[in-house]
């Protein structure tokens, strides 16, 4: 059974950082480009940072660039997203995307609030 399990969201103050994991199985998560992508009340899913399947080529969106790095551990079979200098901006729904030649899985997503 093929799961994506995301986890880490939470509230934290503007400023602050968060680190994002999503934990894969049922699927050679080794195998997958993996993508973050986030949703926030009202608005359309917002694709937010892509890793390739060695962890070598990553690249991110303009509104997150410079402030969030995406990284994977494929001997874990997880995906992380470290989050600094976090604006209100970037409440939303975070969910993570394992995609390879037209597949994708989807995880259920984790909530981050950015509030004073």
């Known amino acids: 059974q093929v799961q994506l399990v995301e986890s880490g969201g939470g509230l934290v103050q503007p400023g602050g950082s968060l680190k994002l994991s999503c934990l894969a199985s049922?699927?050679?998560?080794?195998?997958?480009?993996m993508n973050w992508y986030r949703q926030a009340p009202g608005k359309e899913r917002e694709w937010v940072a892509a890793?390739?399947?060695?962890?070598?080529?990553?690249n991110y969106g303009d509104s997150v660039r410079g402030r969030f790095t995406v990284s994977r551990d494929n001997a874990k079979n997880t995906l992380y997203l470290q989050m600094n200098n976090l604006e209100p901006e970037d409440t939303a729904v975070y969910y993570c995307?394992?995609?390879?030649?037209?597949?994708?899985?989807w995880g259920q997503g984790t909530q981050v609030t950015v509030s004073s």
């Open positions: 049922g699927f050679i998560f080794s195998s997958y480009d």
């Open positions: 890793i390739g399947t060695l962890g070598t080529i990553a």
């Open positions: 995307q394992a995609l390879r030649r037209g597949t994708d899985y």
